[in-house]
């Protein structure tokens, strides 16, 4: 559970950095405007966006599709672009979160409040280091061992390639506003997406589907779907749900940049299954009762299966 820090803890000159960026956000109004920049930050915005979505989120955490050496290493450096550590680091802690979902040991329940579960266990000393047991997988790969190190190259690469092309308001829009907007955009998703939206699927924690936070992470909104299984390439199960990840990844898919996409299984789609929530404003999604009695096989359950 999230150990009770005073709010000067969280403005150490360890997270300097982090407010830095978002202060530099003001200096929007000290340059000259242009809707090419504010087109600048929204590109930025959804390229990488993509990149923790369908980089960090559905390839490095749970293989949910397959795709070259080279083109693993270029989704890992898009994704690295958002300014959220390193690959293996973030792959680590999310793996830990399914594990722990809404239970003893999770790194970023709401069930901790609304800020440490979206930017307090970011900016905690806590959760530095990362579990190896989680991600020996992916530490098999030197050229991702070796930008997870030095996770700060990519963004710093990203920044310069703005000024480059649009100069001093390149940086502040194309870096600073984009970037800060993607963070929060991504951290909703621990956040928001455990306690505002809908249940469909009957599970062990308070995910929820929710529209709007699907828009703007491109997919991820539809939680309940994902907690209910991780391995789909889709978090929008059905056509009507939003996932412009997939729709990218399945586009890639006809140019053989990714293959072997995992689909839904057929009787999650079907509304008489069991696991369906039938009345959704009754249902109580959480247990801690019943969480905490699977927590240690889940651990070691999800460690192997993404060995």
């Known amino acids: 559970m999230a150990k009770p820090y005073s709010a ?27 809707w ?15 990149g923790v979505t369908g980089g960090y989120h559905r390839y490095f955490s749970h293989r949910t599709y397959s795709t070259s050496r080279v083109f693993q290493f270029l989704i890992a450096f898009l994704a690295m672009c958002s300014a959220q550590k390193g690959v293996i680091w973030w792959a680590s802690h999310h793996r830990h979160h399914h594990a722990h979902s809404d239970q003893e040991g ?65 940086l502040i829009w194309g870096l600073c506003i ?26 062990t924690d308070t995910s929820r589907n929710n529209f709007w936070l699907a828009i703007i992470t491109l997919g991820e909104g539809w939680h309940n779907n994902h907690h209910r299984f991780q391995s789909s390439a889709r978090n929008g199960f ?24 995992r689909p839904v299984p057929a009787h999650l789609l079907d509304s008489h299954n069991d696991s369906w929530v039938k009345n959704q404003q009754d249902y109580t999604m959480f247990s801690r009762k019943n969480g905490e009695a699977t927590t240690a096989t889940q651990t070691e359950k999800f460690a192997e299966e993404m060995m």
């Open 8 to 34: 000067s803890y969280y403005f150490r000159p360890h997270t300097w950095p982090f407010w830095a960026l978002h202060v530099a956000c003001v200096g929007a109004f000290f340059v000259e405007f242009s």
């Open 36 to 50: 090419w920049y504010v087109a600048l930050a929204f590109v930025g915005y959804a390229a990488r966006m993509f």
């Open 106 to 170: 999770d790194v970023h329940s709401p069930q901790d409040g609304f800020w440490w579960s979206h930017v307090g266990w970011i900016l905690s000393n806590d959760h530095e280091q990362t579990e190896e047991r989680y991600v020996r997988d992916l530490m098999r790969f030197p050229e991702l061992v070796w930008m997870d190190k030095y996770f700060l190259v990519p963004p710093t690469i990203w920044g310069i390639g703005m000024f480059l092309i649009a100069g001093l308001p390149g």
């Open 178 to 203: 984009s970037t800060v907007l993607l963070w929060h955009g991504t951290f909703t998703i621990n956040s928001l997406s455990h306690v505002w939206g809908k249940v469909r699927y009957a599970t």
């Open 238 to 261: 059905f056509w009507w749900e939003l996932d412009i990840t997939y729709y990218t990844l399945k586009f890639f898919s006809f140019f053989g940049l990714v293959w072997d996409l």
